[in-house]
């Protein structure tokens, strides 16, 4: 069984940056963020073809978020930069998707980490 595990969120003001990582017990082909705000659907926000190292973005971190891996260690990584009091969310990695196109959608992945909470304020 695949095990995640995300660490780097924290609060930061608007306009700040932090990186998120995400440790797997056994590195996957296809991997993502996902994050969900209080009220709102889990939503895609990045997915990479390790295969490949395709990378993909929602629309609303375009140019923002960048998604890596560490082939060394098996950490994949989120890049947030510009952050935006609408990036305030609880923010998943999640590992293993049929396909690999696309940010994806939450019933596509089958292993998910607990999350780690970003709060960005004005």
């Known amino acids: 069984q695949v095990q995640l595990m995300e660490s780097g969120g924290d609060s930061v003001q608007a306009g700040g940056s932090l990186r998120l990582s995400c440790t797997s017990s056994?590195?996957?082909?296809?991997m993502g963020w996902f994050r969900q705000a209080p009220g709102k659907e889990r939503e895609g926000v990045a997915a990479?073809?390790?295969?490949?190292?395709?990378?993909y973005y929602a629309d609303s971190v375009q140019g923002r978020f960048t998604i890596a891996r560490d082939t060394t260690d098996d950490t994949l990584y989120l890049e947030m930069n510009s952050l935006k009091p609408e990036d305030t969310a609880v923010y998943y990695c999640?590992?293993?998707?049929?396909?690999?196109?696309?940010?994806?959608?939450?019933?596509?992945?089958?292993?998910w980490g607990r999350g780690t909470q970003v709060s960005v304020s004005s």
């Open positions: 999640a590992a293993e998707r049929p396909e690999c196109r696309g940010v994806g959608r939450v019933d596509e992945y089958r292993y």
């Open positions: 990479l073809f390790t295969r490949t190292g395709r990378a």
């Open positions: 056994k590195y996957r082909y296809c």
